[in-house]
């Protein structure tokens, strides 16, 4: 049975940066689309960015452009969020997700996504 599992979260001043990482255990995610989202306290989840199974296309939040990436190394089963200039309003727990057999798209809502991970806190001091 396939698992997401977060890493790289923690706490870091504003301005500073992260690296999430999320990797599959027990299978491979190769055949997914990919995304990273968050989620605030008394806030909804929301997408932060996505990637398509092939890595061909990508998407950012309005809110992270600029200063996010995503990116995936199917070789080594991972998926990454560089996240840079980090400021208070990205404190959240970050989850990462697979959507099984996807397009070639990316995808942007949590009910199109199959399989999610336990999810990792990364808080942003000012």
């Known amino acids: 049975q396939v698992q997401l599992v977060e890493s790289g979260g923690g706490l870091v001043q504003a301005g500073g940066s992260l690296r999430l990482s999320c990797a599959a255990s027990?299978?491979?995610?190769?055949?997914?689309?990919m995304g990273w989202f968050r989620q605030a306290p008394g806030k909804e989840r929301e997408i932060v960015a996505a990637?398509?199974?092939?890595?061909?296309?990508?998407y950012s939040a309005d809110s992270v452009k600029g200063r996010f990436t995503i990116s995936r190394d199917s070789g080594k089963n991972t998926v990454f969020l560089q996240m840079n200039s980090l400021k208070p309003e990205d404190t959240a727990v970050y989850y990462c997700?697979?959507?099984?057999?996807?397009?070639?798209?990316?995808?942007?809502?949590?009910?199109?996504?199959?399989?999610w991970g336990q999810g990792t806190q990364v808080t942003v001091s000012s």
């Open positions: 027990g299978g491979t995610f190769g055949y997914s689309a």
């Open positions: 990637i398509s199974k092939r890595g061909g296309n990508l």
């Open positions: 997700a697979a959507k099984f057999w996807s397009g070639s798209n990316y995808y942007i809502q949590t009910v199109d996504y199959d399989l």
